[in-house]
């Protein structure tokens, strides 16, 4: 196995640098003219600013304004930060040994770098605050979705964990709050075909053999909302928020089913009820049974005017 080549640059607010290769078949000049080249969002002269200040560097150091260009050599870079809404919300830490971290994840908290959340991240928050730079994540929950998270704390071990993941070797249950329908028989398990394209925000359900499928169970109602239980077999994108919508109850707060709302990033109000409650499986390492419960409760729930906006006084 190749080992992977540590970039020359240290990390920074807990992220890599940035790795970009030169093309083998490249005639740029200068290592500059093809940076300009290849990155048409950052403007010339923020270029200039970085070959001048040493903070573009090969495997030899910071590289001059007027470098050569060099088929098939690499360059790393720390890239700009976006302006982030701070996320006012804490992450939880519900265990941690030498091998794992286990916590709670907010609502509005992405888990790893994306887009336009690149510090206000679960990933970055925790590498900083525990000092844990090679942490990584065996899966993933959506921004709007809160609840467990599993991140691995050792390097040596993050296939091991992340092939429960991808094995589905994880039984993973959720909570969700939605509007009760009487009419409707539970349990049962839903299953459809979900496509998702990548420049499409939503994603759907369309006829063909079954790629996704969820058990969906009632544990309790009262004044018209129902607490339910998920329990995923699959993991497609938005799979949950799919199967209950098409079920006639859509989860509260969601802003993608059945309609597609255009919230502010800055809106921390109304958040999407679904919360990751539980993990278990067969520790890879050990063989231990492990089992991980939430230490959160959905607001709609034990609070639905407050949840709402309604008065409470």
Request: charged fraction near 30%; aromatic fraction near 6%.
């Amino acid at each position: 196995m190749r080992r992977r080549q540590q970039p020359p640059l240290p990390k920074r607010h807990g992220l890599d640098p940035a790795r970009l290769r030169l093309p083998e078949d490249g005639t740029w000049a200068t290592i500059r003219d093809h940076l300009v080249h290849r990155l048409p969002r950052v403007p010339a002269a923020r270029i200039d600013e970085m070959l001048a200040g040493g903070d573009i560097v090969d495997l030899d150091g910071p590289i001059e304004p007027d470098a050569p260009y060099v088929p098939g050599g690499a360059v790393w870079f720390h890239r700009d930060l976006p302006d982030e809404t701070p996320v006012p919300f804490e992450v939880t830490v519900v265990h941690r040994d030498d091998h794992l971290l286990v916590v709670d994840k907010p609502h509005f908290l992405s888990t790893i770098p994306r887009g336009q959340h690149i510090l206000e991240t679960a990933l970055v928050r925790l590498r900083r605050d525990l000092d844990l730079p090679d942490l990584i994540p065996a899966h993933r929950l959506d921004r709007t979705t809160a609840g467990l998270i599993l991140f691995v704390v050792d390097p040596a071990r993050r296939g091991a964990y992340q092939t429960l993941f991808h094995k589905r070797r994880v039984h993973k249950q959720y909570e969700a709050i939605a509007p009760y329908d009487p009419r409707l028989t539970l349990p049962r398990t839903v299953r459809s075909r979900i496509i998702k394209e990548r420049t499409i925000l939503r994603a759907f359900e369309v006829e063909g053999e079954p790629n996704a499928e969820t058990l969906i169970e009632l544990i309790d109602h009262r004044d018209g909302l129902g607490r339910y239980r998920l329990s995923p077999h699959t993991g497609r994108t938005h799979q949950l928020r799919l199967h209950m919508n098409g079920l006639g109850v859509p989860i509260l707060g969601d802003d993608f089913y059945p309609e597609l709302t255009d919230r502010p990033v800055d809106d921390f109000t109304r958040p999407l009820q679904l919360l990751a409650a539980r993990l278990a499986f067969t520790d890879p390492i050990s063989g231990a049974e492990r089992v991980f419960e939430t230490t959160r409760t959905l607001q709609a729930w034990t609070d639905y005017a407050g949840w709402n906006g309604e008065p409470t006084g």
